[in-house]
Nanobody
Framework: QVQLVESGGGLVQPGGSLRLSCAYS????????IGWFRRAPGKEREEVSC????????IFADSVKGRFTISTDNAKNTTYLQMASLKPEDTGVYYC?????????????WGQGTQVTVSS
């Protein structure tokens, strides 16, 4: 059974950092990609990043490139979204998901999301 659970959200000041976690089960990153998304108030969902270990690449949206990074802990079946130099426009609910395929395919399993608020 595929499950994804996000955690680590919260309130942070502009310019600050935050690390989100996505604990996954029922699949392995050796075979399938994992993506991070966010939905800001009043806006459509945006794909922030996609990590594909099998294909050896990580994709970032232009809006976060140079500020966000991805890391993984295979022993814990957890992937992390490290966010730095945060801006108010980074505010939103962040989700992790997997397409059970490589990046670029439709995402079929989603976590419940974690709220990130960037505000002074």
């Amino acid at each position: 059974q595929v499950q994804l659970v996000e955690s680590g959200g919260g309130l942070v000041q502009p310019g600050g950092s935050l690390r989100l976690s996505c604990a996954y089960s029922g699949f392995t990153l050796d075979d399938f990609a994992i993506g991070w998304f966010r939905r800001a108030p009043g806006k459509e969902r945006e794909e922030v990043s996609c990590f594909s270990k099998g294909h050896g690449h990580t994709i970032f949206a232009d809006s976060v490139k140079g500020r966000f990074t991805i890391s993984t802990d295979n022993a814990k079946n957890t992937t992390y979204l490290q966010m730095a130099s945060l801006k108010p426009e980074d505010t939103g609910v962040y989700y992790c998901a997997t397409p059970l395929s490589s990046c670029g395919y439709d995402y079929v399993y989603w976590g419940q999301g974690t709220q990130v608020t960037v505000s002074s």
